[in-house]
């Protein structure tokens, strides 16, 4: 546990910040957080190595990213050229054909670099699932394995400006013409949009709800397509965010995945494991915005001594450590349960994503607390922490959502 703690510390220093010095001290990671207990040896294996990356090829580059809003691509095929690009594909198409918990391990602590790039890469990994999970053999062939490569990067398009939460609403439709669909609509907020190369699509091809949705591979380039404006976010902006538009764009009923009317069961599907994805990121973000508080306080001295000596701040982050522990617990449960496709699996993975994302923005942002004015700075890490894992509580389905979930199977008997 000591050497990933390390090599972030160097990491976090080499960045461009005035306060490098207090990012990470020269104390080992605390047994009650460590983040490699109850791993097999294998995971443990997995983890350094993300370790490893997120403090070599993404921690010193995090603030550039975020101000210049720079899509890192480069840094992601080094991350694919690691087996991250596919971590739960089949081997036969690319994939490294890991399980759900040694995808969650690793997200873990990719986010501990980049929390922004890392969502993208969860989001870009769910996309490659679906084809590869839902797609017949032809389809796997042909776009999986340069996605597993990350020659080719894959943005997931579901959300629309009328349907958010109410994704059984959606009005994109594609209406068939012989061997084509005809798509018409509009997507919101996607992730990655214009510059990546494959687009995951729901839409509807036949009647109102969800029965009436199906799923179509769009590449880009294809006539028809087109993109909004970049959107400007308060987080996440190592990720271009843009609509994706499609007027009369002609997609051959070859790039459906699975039969018509399927593609609702797709979409949340691929979201369940989305939704311990994107948990997983929060994690990593809170654990690095607590090893960074830990500093600060025995680095930071008022009133004659070091903050870590104010037992208000001890308890704190005693809490924030408590908090961090049960939410690791939780995701790590939920994604067994999905890998093991137990029928509790996916308001399991609710829960989990819902006490995840709240629990880890309340660390990130205690932690930006202790910090005091120095964390509102851009110098300090902890603030590109808290504005990036704030929309965790808000995509793969709204945390209001997570609720109804969770509250709808407790009350079906």
Not at 185 to 190: E, R, Y
Not at 350 to 377: P, R, V, W
Not at 379 to 393: E, K
Request: glycine share 10%; with cysteine.
């Amino acid at each position: 546990t000591e050497r990933p703690r390390t090599a972030m510390a160097m990491a976090w220093r080499a960045a461009p910040r005035a306060a490098a010095r207090l990012l990470l001290g020269r104390r080992g990671i605390a047994s009650c957080i460590d983040p490699s207990t109850g791993l097999t040896e294998d995971q443990k294996e997995f983890q350094k190595v993300a370790f490893d990356f997120a403090a070599k090829e993404m921690a010193p580059h995090m603030a550039e990213w975020d101000e210049k809003e720079i899509f890192p691509v480069e840094t992601m095929r080094k991350a694919a050229q690691l087996g991250f690009g596919g971590i739960y594909v089949k081997p036969d198409v690319g994939g490294s054909g890991l399980s759900r918990l040694d995808t969650s391990v690793i997200f873990e602590a990719l986010s501990t670099g980049c929390t922004s790039t890392t969502a993208y890469m969860s989001i870009h990994n769910m996309c490659v699932w679906m084809i590869d999970t839902f797609g017949n053999e032809e389809q796997r062939r042909r776009f999986c394995p340069s996605l597993c490569t990350m020659e080719k990067f894959a943005s997931y398009c579901l959300t629309e400006p009328g349907s958010g939460s109410d994704a059984a609403s959606l009005l994109t439709s594609a209406q068939r013409k012989g061997d084509n669909y005809i798509l018409n609509g509009s997507k919101a907020f996607i992730s990655g949009g214009g510059d990546t190369d494959v687009y995951v699509v729901m839409c509807r091809t036949g009647g109102p709800g969800p029965k009436g949705i199906s799923c179509l591979v769009l590449e880009k380039g294809m006539p028809g397509l087109s993109f909004g404006k970049k959107e400007k976010k308060v987080g996440w902006n190592s990720q271009p965010t843009r609509a994706v538009i499609f007027e009369d764009c002609v997609v051959p009923v070859g790039n459906r995945l699975g039969a018509e009317g399927q593609g609702f069961s797709i979409a949340m599907q691929g979201l369940n494991g989305g939704r311990i994805n994107i948990a997983s990121c929060s994690l990593g973000a809170a654990h690095a915005s607590v090893l960074l508080a830990q500093e600060h306080l025995s680095v930071r001295k008022q009133f004659g001594e070091p903050l870590a000596n104010n037992q208000y701040l001890q308890f704190r982050l005693a809490e924030m450590a408590t908090r961090l522990v049960a939410a690791r617990l939780m995701v790590r449960n939920a994604a067994r349960a999905l890998q093991e496709g137990r029928e509790d699996a996916a308001v399991l993975c609710s829960m989990a994503k819902l006490f995840a994302t709240d629990e880890c923005f309340g660390i990130c942002n205690q932690a930006l607390q202790m910090h005091g004015g120095y964390g509102y700075l851009k110098d300090y890490a902890v603030q590109q922490f808290v504005r990036d894992i704030r929309v965790h509580q808000i995509l793969e389905g709204t945390n209001e959502v997570m609720r109804m979930i969770v509250a709808r199977n407790l009350l079906q008997g």
